[in-house]
């Protein structure tokens, strides 16, 4: 039966209507194939597994009491003796030196004011004198800055000129007490007792692990690191002042201070330095108690030799190595590769696990950063960028308009 009118323009309609769709579809089919962005290629991680270092060994004195700690490691490496406090002797003139100096700030290249000595001054003197301490000559009117009144107690651990410094910044010596405690318990030393200004009153006293922490205060002080690192010093009027602490210049040390009292033995607040691989650490320990100068020094000299012994310095990465990958779906590979090489040292058997983070990638160029790995080691904490290996480039033409479910991320 033949069409009617109607039939035959509605089917040509359809003919004319359909085909230009089918040629506005491909004219948008084609642009939009060829100028998508492709889909993401997500990263397939291998994340590096790093070995524990083996465990330090260390073996401290038995009498007394001693603590060893490095600068920029949390808590104490090792621990010995008595956690109780017992007398510091003159290592109590470094709570003296921090609290005046928290009070009456010096620098390197400004020694502080001018101090005039009075008749009190050698009274001081004559007073230490007959309790059989440690003192170093004085006169009325003498003058001396405060950089020098510290130089003289510090490195002659003269206890008249720790009473004299201590009176001149406060007033009295109960207005330095009341300083003293107050800078302790800000500080959360509360492990340290001060009763006098030199420490020849046994009563002055502190814990192993608190006195650690008083060291490592004073290191931060640029003027007392350098006062305790002196081995002898011109100051006018008295001389040359030899340091009591004959182990400065041994064994990397460097400070702090010496004492010793008849009623309880030798002790020594030490800092030293060593070498582990490339970095530099600084030690700083105590020794306290011990029957004489002698013995503790070749007890702290094992002590340095346990520290360096127990530090590791630990391979993580080498630049290059491949921590993820990409496989793209045109079949493209690239790598993401450390962008150097790193290392971490560690203190005896401490873990360390790695953190492998990497971007999703569409097209990228050799070099650019895609993600980091993370090392951890106790409290330390070593980032390395991750770059890629190689340009991921686009497909071309022919595979894009074969493959519009990747395109369009339908797959």
């Known amino acids: 039966m033949p069409l009617t009118r109607s039939q035959i323009y509605r089917r040509r309609r359809i003919v004319v209507f359909g085909g230009l769709f089918a040629v506005l579809a491909g004219i948008a089919y084609l642009p939009m194939t060829l100028l998508a962005?492709?889909?993401v290629t997500d990263a397939e991680i291998s994340a590096p597994s790093i070995a524990t270092p083996a465990a330090a060994e260390t073996s401290l004195p038995a009498y007394g009491a001693s603590a060893i700690a490095a600068v920029g490691y949390d808590g104490l490496l090792a621990q010995a003796g008595t956690t109780e406090q017992v007398p510091m002797a003159s290592i109590t003139k470094m709570v003296t030196a921090l609290t005046v100096l928290d009070a009456h700030p010096i620098t390197l290249d400004d020694p502080g004011p001018s101090i005039t000595m009075t008749s009190a001054?050698?009274?001081?003197?004559?007073d230490y004198l007959?309790?059989?301490?440690?003192v170093a000559p004085v006169s009325a009117g003498w003058v001396f800055t405060e950089r020098e009144l510290l130089d003289i107690m510090l490195i002659d651990s003269a206890n008249n000129y720790a009473k004299t410094v201590a009176t001149w910044a406060f007033g009295s010596v109960d207005a330095y007490l009341t300083a003293a405690r107050g800078w302790l318990d800000a500080h959360g030393?509360?492990?340290?007792?001060?009763?006098?200004t030199s420490g020849l009153d046994p009563r002055s006293t502190g814990t192993a692990s608190d006195l650690v922490a008083l060291g490592k205060l004073a290191l931060e002080n640029p003027v007392l690191a350098e006062i305790v690192d002196t081995k002898t010093i011109d100051i006018h009027d008295i001389g040359t002042v030899v340091n009591t602490n004959g182990m400065i210049g041994h064994d990397g040390i460097d400070g702090i201070k010496t004492g010793t009292l008849d009623s309880f033995g030798a002790n020594l607040l030490f800092s030293s330095d060593i070498e582990v691989g490339s970095e530099s650490i600084e030690l700083v320990g105590v020794v306290l108690g011990g029957p004489d100068h002698p013995t503790i020094?070749?007890?702290?000299?094992?002590?340095i030799a346990q520290a360096e012994a127990g530090f590791h310095e630990v391979p993580l990465v080498t630049a290059g190595d491949a921590l993820a990958s990409y496989t793209t779906p045109w079949d493209e590979e690239a790598d993401a590769v450390a962008g150097e090489s790193a290392s971490v040292v560690v203190w005896g058997a401490t873990p360390i696990t790695a953190t492998v983070s990497a971007d999703g990638i569409r097209l990228a160029a050799a070099g650019e950063q895609v993600g980091s790995v993370v090392f951890t080691a106790g409290d330390r904490t070593v980032t390395v960028p991750l770059q890629l290996s190689t340009d991921v480039e686009d497909p071309g033409p022919w595979w894009r308009l074969g493959h519009p479910e990747l395109i369009?991320?339908?797959d």
């Open 37 to 39: 962005p492709v889909v």
């Open 189 to 196: 030393l509360g492990g340290i007792t001060v009763v006098d």
């Open 408 to 410: 369009f991320g339908m």
């Open 121 to 126: 001054d050698v009274g001081y003197r004559r």
């Open 130 to 134: 007959a309790q059989n301490g440690s």
């Open 297 to 303: 020094d070749a007890a702290i000299r094992s002590m």
